[in-house]
């Protein structure tokens, strides 16, 4: 998979790609993951990249001209199957998209900025528009880079027990079970006496038990 960021704020993603789970599916070509500068693909001598909106609205506007160059570049090289906006009035990212975009084979990400984009590039170049909550944040350059983790962490061989991706909150619409580990027992606090048992079936039934009532009662939302 190859995923292709489009930033303002390149700069925000180095730490967070060279680390953990993210730089381990690189390392092992799993994923290849790469942020572009948006400023690179301006005609602007000052390299300026946005400018005031027309009608008087408050705040700057990202042009349509240096995002058209930038995404028309990558897709010169590739096909791609998504390119995604990172809006706060775009579809809500669950699970259920992460689990979408990770059998993509490429998918380019545009961070929003400032007060927006151009709305052209939004009606001929962006074919899937994701927020990642309701909120409004500096830039997209965060939420590009909690849907790269989230949907990198699904592709098969990134996690080393592909088991445990399939088991995290919300892939059957649920929260998780409860989980315990070594001491047994730790000032009196113990680990329910089912998971000690090895009893698989019995304790699939527990882990299926508590998952659903966690679900009721911290997000009943889910059960509907």
Excluded at 118 to 147: C, F, K, N, P, W
């Amino acid at each position: 998979m190859r995923i292709d960021i489009i930033s303002v704020l390149p700069d925000m993603f180095r730490g967070f790609l060279e680390e953990s789970i993210l730089a381990r599916a690189q390392k092992k070509n799993l994923v290849d993951i790469h942020v572009h500068n948006l400023r690179d693909y301006t005609l602007d001598k000052w390299r300026r990249v946005d400018d005031y909106p027309y009608g008087g609205f408050a705040g700057m506007v990202i042009q349509v001209e240096p995002i058209d160059r930038c995404i028309a570049a990558l897709k010169a090289e590739r096909d791609y199957d998504e390119v995604i906006y990172t809006s706060p009035d775009g579809e809500k990212f669950d699970q259920h998209v992460a689990n979408d975009l990770s059998m993509k084979g490429n998918i380019i990400i545009l961070c929003g900025h400032y007060k927006g984009i151009d709305q052209r590039v939004r009606d001929h170049l962006i074919t899937r528009e994701i927020s990642i909550g309701d909120y409004v944040l500096t830039g997209g350059e965060l939420a590009a880079a909690v849907m790269a983790d989230s949907i990198v962490r699904l592709i098969p061989g990134v996690i080393s027990d592909d088991q445990s991706a399939l088991s995290d909150c919300f892939q059957d619409d649920m929260l998780a079970a409860p989980i315990y580990t070594r001491p047994s027992d730790y000032k009196g606090w113990k680990v329910p006496d089912i998971l000690l048992s090895g009893n698989e079936a019995k304790i699939k039934a527990w882990e299926m038990d508590q998952a659903m009532a966690r679900t009721q009662k911290l997000r009943p939302d889910l059960l509907k």
